[in-house]
C-alpha cells in the first residue's frame, strides 16, 4: 500500500493512537492542530517511530509509520501481518513481556531502552521509547503503541 495512511481504517487509528496517547501520559503525541487525515498523514511522515499491536493472545503489529517502516526493514503489509514479540530477539522477548505487562498495568511507561530486530536482522537498540495502552474512547482496552527518536545499530 503505497499511502496507508489514506485509509479509513488507519485515519481512525491514528486518532486512537493520539487520543490514547494524551489520556495516558497527559501531553500531545503530535503538537499542532490537524483535522483526522492531517493527523494521519503528519503521524505516518513523523520523524520518530510509531508503532503499535492490538490484543490478540499473540499481538500482532496494526500500525507502523515510515519510520517504522524503514527500522524493521518491511513494507506496510508485511509489518501489519507481523507479531509484535518477533521485533525483538528471543533472549529480549522476556524483559519485553515484562515491560508490555508494566504498561498494561499502569498504562504507560517512559524511557524504556532494548534491543530489537529488523527483517533482515539488523540489530539495533532503541532508548527512550514511550509505550502506552490503547483504549477506546470508552476506555476498553484495545492494544498498545510505542514511539521513540532514539536508536543506533549494533553490529
Known sequence: MEH???SDSVVAH??????SYRRF???ELLPG???SLGLAKNLFHAPFVLVSHGTEADPVLNYGNAAALALWEMSWAELTRTPSRLTAEAPERDERARLLAAVTAHGFIDDYSGIRISKSGRRFRIARATVWNLVTETGEPCGQAATFDRWEFIR
Not at 491514528?14 to 487520543?19: F, G, K, M, W
Open 25 to 27: 501520559t497527559k501531553r
Open 33 to 35: 492542530l490537524f483535522n
Open 14 to 19: 491514528s486518532a486512537l493512537l493520539a487520543r
Open 4 to 6: 496507508p495512511w489514506q
